[in-house]
């Protein structure tokens, strides 16, 4: 996850609360990508490092757990940077070209300028990312598959190029980089306040940290279904953003009576907004509990990254001893 702010709804359903529970299932790393950020926010920087740490504050928040899991900062383990330079050494520009985001990106230039070698290569800093810790798989939506595929033909390619000399965990001659698999995990598009899907970049998130007030302030005057215009009108929840909401945080008994309340306008709008404001403090309330604790204690916060970083480093070192040699360093 990239550090360009605090973490939303969005991000939590789409993919922070199945890292929560992967954590138990498999060994597993989760950083903060501050280098990614630079690929395209590079102009003004001043925001990254407060924005680490507010990302960091939110998975942790969000219930990862250092005793179960790797929570890093991906600037802080090096070969981070030293594996895209060397991957960099066999990948055909062509394979970076035709990558979905940098094809838009150049069709689209907007005001940001991202013509640069950094942003044409920062697949294969994703690449680098999972290659590192020799990932067996990878937890993602569907819009990442590419980025995973990707990383498969670059392994591929290594593959064909090098082989381990023997000298690390691997036999001589065995195969060092294993093409990792996805792991497709459920992400629904949750809609933000004006209906779009939720994005920092649209400004209609509701942050996990978003303390009751606000949470219910930003929730009031979101849109509904259009051909909901008075207050006898009868509506559609499968219309209504706010009924997308529900959808994803309310109980079955909740739905039930806003799919009967909303078509037979026996409810109002404001009354099916508060009834969502409620589930989504409900599930909240732990998440800010936790967060409230972490903030208050940052030496912690620090020495659980410490050792996040240090735990990553030693994974991550252990590829590079097998990488460098098979290609001659
Ligand atoms: P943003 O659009 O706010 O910049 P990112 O693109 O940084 O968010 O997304 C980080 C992660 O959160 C990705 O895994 C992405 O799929 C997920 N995500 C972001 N917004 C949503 C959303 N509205 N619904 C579901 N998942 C989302
Ligand atoms: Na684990």
């Known amino acids: 996850m990239r550090p360009t702010g605090k973490l939303h709804l969005g991000n939590y359903m789409g993919a922070l609360h199945n890292w929560v529970r992967l954590q138990h299932e498999y060994e597993c790393y989760f950083f903060v990508a501050d280098l990614h950020a630079l690929t395209s926010d590079y102009a003004d920087t001043s925001q990254v490092k407060q924005n680490t740490l507010d990302v960091a504050l939110d998975f942790l928040a969000a219930g990862l757990d250092p005793e179960q899991c790797t929570v890093f ?17 066999i990948t055909p520009l062509g394979w970076l070209e035709r990558v979905p985001t940098y094809k838009e990106q150049q069709e689209n230039l907007t005001t940001k300028d991202l013509s640069t070698y950094g942003f044409l290569g920062y697949p294969l800093m994703m690449a680098s990312d999972i290659l590192l810790y020799q990932a067996d ?125 909303c078509k037979t306008a026996g409810i109002g709008c ?3 907004k508060g009834w969502a404001a409620d589930a989504i403090v409900t599930l909240l309330a732990p998440i800010q509990e936790r967060r409230a604790k972490y903030e208050q204690n940052p030496a912690l916060v620090r020495e659980i990254l410490h050792e996040g970083d240090r735990r990553a480093r030693a994974r991550a070192e252990q590829t590079m001893q097998e990488v460098r040699p098979a290609m001659g360093l």
Do not use: W
């Open 270 to 272: 404001i009354e099916c």
């Open 137 to 261: 798989f990878v937890p993602v939506g569907q819009d990442q598959v590419v980025h995973v595929e990707f990383t498969r033909e670059v392994a591929r390619r290594f593959n064909q190029f090098y082989k381990a000399e023997g000298s690390g965990p691997r036999a001589q001659g065995a195969e060092i980089l294993p093409e990792p698999q996805v792991l497709l995990t459920p992400s629904p598009k949750l809609p933000g306040t004006d209906g779009r899907k939720m994005s920092k970049s649209y400004g209609n998130t509701i942050l996990l940290s978003d303390p009751e007030e606000v949470l219910r302030q930003k929730i009031r005057p979101m849109v509904t279904d259009p051909a909901r215009i008075r207050r006898k009108d009868p509506g559609d929840p499968d219309k209504c953003p706010v009924g997308d909401l529900h959808k994803v945080f309310s109980s079955q008994e909740t739905l039930a009576k806003v799919y009967d309340g």
């Open 73 to 89: 900062v991906q600037s802080h383990v090096k070969p981070h940077f030293e594996l895209p330079q060397l991957l960099a050494m």
